[in-house]
């Protein structure tokens, strides 16, 4: 479903079509809001377009470094998935080899207890 969105940035009215709420949209638009001010209260030769840039530059920077994580951890995670396969497939085989050593147990145990009773 889209949505109108009629936000004000920087005194300039946009409408924005979106599948987010409008209450998405707004806390959005309020942060950015906040961060262009930050940028030009703190440099006053700063202009608000000046301003959206850096914020911009500053939110793909932030980005980047957040798929980079994100890359990172899906990379640790088949890791850790492969490693548990791995190891599953080790326990199964135990599991196999002590099943059959009991077998083996049980026969000669039961070859032992033969003998005692001739």
């Not at 004000?8 to 409008?22: M, N, P, R, Y």
């Not at 914020?55 to 640790?76: F, H, I, M, Y």
């Amino acid at each position: 479903m889209s949505n109108k969105v009629k936000v004000v940035i920087c005194g300039k009215d946009f409408t924005l079509q979106t599948a987010e709420s409008s209450n998405y949209v707004f806390g959005l638009t309020r942060t950015l809001e906040s961060r262009i001010t930050e940028i030009t209260d703190a440099s006053s030769s700063a202009s608000p377009f000046t301003a959206a840039i850096m914020v911009g530059l500053s939110a793909l920077d932030d980005l980047s470094k957040a798929n980079a994580r994100l890359d990172s951890l899906r990379d640790q995670s088949k890791e850790y998935v492969d490693e548990a396969g791995k190891m599953r497939l080790e326990r199964d085989a135990a599991l196999k080899e002590a099943e059959t050593l009991r077998a083996k147990l049980a026969v000669l145990e039961q070859e032992q207890g033969e003998k005692h009773t001739k």
